[in-house]
């Protein structure tokens, strides 16, 4: 599963204007990397869905997007229709599933712009049967079985009657079923016993649709951890979410480095201020921090407006001149401080929260264990006053595997 594109960077060069308070560089090099390693995991020749919803999970939807198509990704997949409409809007002309609606949603202009929609019940094909007259265009409709998540989705006590009605609106010609899908509770443990039980639902909700007349172009179960750990359920399409960007879906699963993949995103501040102190000093609101002798304190102005969790208040690691810290005393909205001891530093120097880990740098699994949450929610949450700066957005190399539709971005 390794690539070229796996192997360790040279340290960053200076960040440029405007980006100097802090930053979240974005390896697109990363990002094929990882498209093309959870391509080799998917079995039975099944295609890969880049999964871009929250804006690519922090990374920046529109070029991570062009990124994955860049290294095979035969689709996209946004959770809300304007996730969706955005990416058409920037230039990407290839399939795209959009799934959370809610009723009066924009199912015309989905249509119109050629995305694949989701129904989970009656109410939602409803509307999309009167928004496909109203255009004019025949909706490409994918059905979503509940299988024992138990958010979105049809129960199975439901889905006999979704699927009729679904066949009988391809007949009147509003609606192709392009898809039957449904999404696991527990493929982040393997093993749980609710993984065999929604496998076998999934199957049994195939067979209900195609007894009720339909022939799916795509069914798909598989999210990234199932991608990576359960072939017998990859069907004709994998869904990978946060594998793209170079995370472990859990520990369970295994750590990036070891299933392939490499950390996209690497947040960095410049120091703010760094200034010597006394011992006994009260550090930061609350002054749940003293410091235990004289010291030099650095500070970093990123705060819980940036997405740096308030949960990493004395505990959150982070990389300042050259060696792993701890966030001392409370973090605040814009800043908190860290403790150099007797090592020292300037205003200017970089501290770096995370990152792929190459120079001894934090990664987001090292924030998420140290706040007691997962990698995912580390980097969907860095603000959007932190500038995303994408590097290696140089297209794919002669014979590298690729779809042409252009992403703007």
Not at 43 to 50: D, I, P, R, Y
Not at 70 to 88: C, I
Not at 230 to 245: C, E, K, M, Q
Not at 365 to 385: F, H, N, Q, S
């Amino acid at each position: 599963m390794n690539d070229t594109d796996l192997t360790p960077l040279p340290a960053p060069s200076p960040p440029p204007a405007g980006t100097r308070r802090a930053r979240a560089e974005i390896d697109l090099g990363a990002v094929r990397a990882n498209v093309r390693a959870l391509r080799g995991y998917a079995a039975g020749g099944a295609g890969l869905m880049a999964v871009l919803k929250s804006d690519g999970y922090g990374h920046g939807a529109v070029p991570c997007a062009r990124a994955a198509r860049q290294a095979g990704a035969s689709w996209l997949g946004t959770a809300t229709p304007e996730e969706a409409l955005a990416l058409r809007a920037a230039g990407d002309t290839g399939r795209i599933l959009c799934w959370l609606w809610t009723p009066g949603g924009p199912w015309r202009e989905a249509i119109e712009a050629d995305l694949d929609v989701s129904a989970s019940g009656r109410w939602a094909l409803e509307e999309i049967r009167a928004a496909a007259r109203a255009s004019g265009v025949t909706a490409r409709v994918q059905l979503k079985a509940d299988t024992g998540l138990g958010r979105n989705g049809c129960q199975p006590a439901d889905w006999p009657d979704l699927v009729s009605a679904a066949r009988a609106a391809e007949v009147e010609g509003t609606v192709r079923v392009t898809g039957v899908w449904s999404h696991f509770a527990c493929a982040d443990e393997p093993g749980h016993p609710s993984i065999a039980l929604q496998l076998a639902a999934f199957r049994e909700a195939l067979a209900t649709a195609a007894r009720a007349g339909l022939d799916p172009e795509v069914r798909h179960l598989a999210n990234s951890p199932a991608t990576l750990t359960l072939p017998a359920s990859h069907f004709d399409l994998v869904r990978s979410g946060v594998s793209v960007y170079g995370l472990s879906p859990s520990p369970e699963v295994g750590v990036a480095a070891d299933l392939g993949l490499r950390p996209a995103m690497t947040f960095s501040a410049s120091l703010a201020n760094v200034k010597r102190v006394p011992g006994g000093h009260g550090v930061s609101y609350g002054h749940t921090y003293t410091t235990p002798g004289a010291t030099t304190l650095a500070l970093v102005p990123a705060g819980y407006a940036d997405g740096v969790p308030r949960h990493a208040s004395g505990t959150g690691p982070v990389l300042v001149a050259g060696k792993l810290r701890t966030v001392a005393g409370r973090v605040a909205m814009d800043q908190f401080v860290v403790d150099l001891g007797g090592d020292s530093a300037q205003a200017g120097d970089e501290a770096v929260l995370f990152g792929p880990g190459d120079r001894g740098e934090p990664t987001a699994e090292d924030w998420a264990r140290a706040v007691g949450t997962i990698g995912y929610e580390i980097v969907t949450r860095i603000g959007t006053r932190v500038p995303r700066v994408h590097v290696h957005a140089q297209a794919p190399e002669a014979g590298e595997p690729g779809a042409t539709e252009p992403v703007g971005g």
